[in-house]
């Protein structure tokens, strides 16, 4: 059983913007065991340091104090990085979404651009649901679950963006259409009154 260093961990939760949360979710641990580590009361075993360093997508010496370093080294190593690539891959996707919502509402915008949007954000928010049958959502952690819920949810959103404006677009064409028509309607019957 090792100390972590209470400042560091903290500092490193913060510039991933992490919740206390997430990071016991990610770690596999509590919440109490995370609460526990930053106001530095305490030690933790190996494989607990191992685990928060882990969800903080980094290397365990940046969480030890400089002489506790050595100690955690002969230990093997976990895959630290893999669950921060998918939280990563979580958000691009998100703001992806969020990118594809907002040139949506763009008026300007191609209505066959604008529906292709749509189409990726539903083909992308079906595939994620292929992904995850109900086995496997047993098997997640409530931080997995919660980022394939919203990176769904921004893509449902980012849909939903686009079809509105889809139909305004559409509304209005059809109005400008019916406009025209009667506008020619008059111009035919103005021209029969003058002749």
Partial sequence: ????????????????????????DRAGTSL???????????????????GVAAALGIPIEELLPKAQAPLFRGLPEQEPAEEWRESRF????????????????DTSMDNDKRSGLINAALDMSDLISEQVNEEDWETL?????????????QLGAAAERGLNHLEQSLRTRAEEQSFRERREQIRQWTQQISA
Avoid: C, Y
Wanted: aromatic fraction near 4%.
């Fill in 141 to 153: 952690t409530n931080q997995e679950r919660r980022e394939i819920l919203a990176t769904m949810e």
């Fill in 32 to 50: 109490f065991t995370i609460q526990r580590i930053e106001r530095g009361e305490g030690n933790v075993r190996p494989k607990t340091g191992r």
């Fill in 1 to 24: 059983m090792q100390p972590l260093d209470a400042e560091r961990v903290k500092e490193w939760r913060h510039r991933r913007m992490l919740s206390q949360q997430e990071v016991a």
């Fill in 90 to 105: 979580a958000m691009t996707i998100a703001n992806a979404a969020k990118r594809w919502g907002e040139a949506m509402a």
